[in-house]
C-alpha cells in the first residue's frame, strides 16, 4: 500500500506528473510536424537530388526547430551542464529516429510500391513520424535532457547529551 510520505510515487502519481510532460512533447512534436511536412512537401515539388532527399532534408530542418523547443521550453528546468554531450546525444537519437521515419518511407515506396506523393506523406509524416516519435519521447527523457538529481533531506541526527560530573 502506498501514503503519501512514501519516497516512491505510484505508478498513477507518475504517469499524473508524466502527462504533462507527453503534452508539451507534443506540442513542441506537433511544431516540428508542420515544419517536416511543409518541407517534404516543398521538396516534392522538386527534382532529382531535392525530390531524392526530400524526407531527410525535411526531417533535418525538424529535429533543429524540435532542439530549440526541447532545451528552451519543455525540459528548461533539466541539467543543461554539458550542452556538448547534450546535442551529441539530441542529434545520435534524432538521426535514430529519423532512420525510422524515413526507413518506413522507403519501405513504403520500393516494397510496397506506393509511390504517389500523398502516400508518400502517409507514410513519412504519419506511420513513420509515430515509430520515430516514441523512440525519441523515451530516448530524450531518458538520456539526452536529464532530470537533475534531487538532493536527499539532510537527517538530523540528535545531539549526544552531555554528562556532567558532578
Known amino acids: 500500500m502506498t501514503t503519501s510520505t512514501d519516497t516512491n510515487p505510484s505508478l498513477f502519481e507518475r504517469l499524473r506528473g508524466l502527462s504533462g510532460e507527453v503534452i508539451k512533447f507534443g506540442v513542441v512534436g506537433v511544431v516540428g510536424v508542420v515544419v517536416n511536412a511543409g518541407i517534404f512537401w516543398m521538396c516534392l515539388q522538386g527534382t532529382g537530388a531535392v525530390k531524392s532527399l526530400s524526407g531527410f532534408i525535411a526531417t533535418s530542418v525538424a529535429i ?28 545520435i537519437f534524432s538521426g535514430i529516429g529519423m532512420l525510422i521515419e524515413n526507413g518506413i518511407l522507403a519501405f513504403s515506396v520500393h516494397v510496397l510500391h506506393y509511390t504517389s506523393s500523398s502516400s508518400q506523406l502517409i507514410a513519412k509524416n504519419v506511420v513513420g513520424l509515430a515509430a520515430g516519435t516514441i523512440f525519441r519521447f523515451f530516448s530524450y ?5 536529464k532530470a537533475i538529481p534531487e538532493l536527499a533531506e539532510p537527517e538530523v541526527v540528535a545531539a549526544p547529551e552531555l554528562q556532567y560530573a558532578k
Open 141 to 145: 527523457r531518458t538520456w539526452v535532457f
Open 64 to 91: 533543429g526547430t524540435n532542439y530549440l523547443g526541447y532545451r528552451y521550453w519543455l525540459y528548461k528546468d533539466r541539467d543543461a551542464a554539458s550542452r556538448k554531450r547534450e546535442i551529441t546525444l539530441f542529434l
